[in-house]
Nanobody, 124 residues
Framework: QVQLVESGGGLVQAGGSLRLSCAASGGTFSSYTMGWFRQAPGKEREFVAG????????YYADSVKGRFTISRDNAKNTVYLQMNSLKPEDTAVYYC?????????????????WGQGTQVTVSS
């Protein structure tokens, strides 16, 4: 069983930056594909970014491409989401997720393990 704990959320002005972290425990972190998702009030949870076990293959939603960067440190059992040029529409609860076997990293139903989420609020 994998436990995931997100941190790094907060309130930031539009154009600012935040770095989210997700610390994993209870499993072999280096064997998991990791994903970041977000959910805004009244909306469905949506894919933001994903990274394969080695860190060499990454995926991004079109809405964040060029602004967000996902990375991982397998020695620290941690995945990161660097968010730059933040916009008010990026406001959401951000969740990290883990899966040993993912065909389509954008699909939230392929991730059995989820963190509790961290709130990101971008003011205009």
């Amino acid at each position: 069983q994998v436990q995931l704990v997100e941190s790094g959320g907060g309130l930031v002005q539009a154009g600012g930056s935040l770095r989210l972290s997700c610390a994993a425990s209870g499993g072999t972190f280096s064997s998991y594909t990791m994903g970041w998702f977000r959910q805004a009030p009244g909306k469905e949870r949506e894919f933001v970014a994903g990274i394969r076990w080695s860190g060499s293959i990454t995926y991004y939603a079109d809405s964040v491409k060029g602004r967000f960067t996902i990375s991982r440190d397998n020695a620290k059992n941690t995945v990161y989401l660097q968010m730059n040029s933040l916009k008010p529409e990026d406001t959401a609860v951000y969740y990290c997720a883990a899966s040993k076997s993912v065909l389509r990293v954008q699909r939230r139903d392929e991730y059995p393990y989820w963190g509790q989420g961290t709130q990101v609020t971008v003011s205009s």
